[in-house]
Structures are given as C-alpha cells and as structure tokens.
C-alpha cells in the first residue's frame, strides 16, 4: 500500500498560482502511474493530469496550458497551477496506481488517495 500526504493549498485571487506537492511512502517502487484529481462543493471529482512512470502526461482540457504535473523521484508529486480560476476551487487529491495508468475520466480504478489540500480561488 501507498499512503500519500498532499501540501500547499490555500486560498489566492484569480491570475495567481499554487504548487501544490505530495510526499509518497510505504510500496513507493510500486507505483506505476501518478495523478491529481479535484472535487468541487458539489460536483463529481474529477481528474486533472496523470504522469506515468514513463514520464507520459495526460491533462483535462481545461488545465491545459495552466497546470503542469511533475514528479521528483518515486516519492514526490508536484501540480504546477498558473493563472487560477474561480472554476479551479476544490480539494484537491493526489492519487496513485500500482498497475498501470488508469484514465482521469473515472475514479474507479485508481489504487491509492491522499486526504486532500483545499484549493480556494477568488474572483
């Protein structure tokens, strides 16, 4: 098992940035795939970008060009977000997989979730 510990979310205006980390540990060698997903007050949560092993990247649509995704050996995940908007606001959750690289559009197959750092965009 993995266990994951997200930091560095808080609260700025819109056209500002955040990086956002998360610090891995237990089966670290074990993870193929790593991710961040967002969850909204009242919305479904949803995938934001993927790195593989292989360093592939993955975006939704409406990060792209904003957010960036990077990891810094096995055991640290970072989410670069530039020119954040009031849409951005949510918990923000670092995800990992020990199988392969699951699809953003769905939650059901990722293997291991962090508590989640909240994310608070003003206009």
């Known amino acids: 098992q993995v266990r994951l510990v997200e930091s560095g979310g808080g609260s700025v205006r819109a056209g500002e940035s955040l990086r956002l980390s998360c610090a891995a540990s237990?089966?670290?060698?074990?993870?193929?795939?790593m991710a961040w997903f967002r969850q909204a007050p009242g919305k479904e949560r949803e995938g934001v970008a993927s790195i593989a092993r292989n360093s592939t990247v993955n975006y939704v649509d409406s990060v792209k060009g904003r957010f960036t995704i990077s990891r810094q050996s096995t055991n640290t995940l970072y989410l670069q977000m530039t020119n954040l908007q009031p849409e951005d606001t949510g918990m923000y959750y670092c995800?990992?997989?020990?199988?392969?690289?699951?699809?953003?559009?769905?939650?059901?197959?990722?293997?291991?979730w962090g508590q989640g750092t909240q994310v608070t965009v003003s206009s």
């Open positions: 995800v990992a997989d020990r199988y392969g690289c699951p699809s953003l559009a769905s939650t059901r197959y990722w293997d291991d």
């Open positions: 237990g089966a670290v060698l074990s993870i193929s795939c």
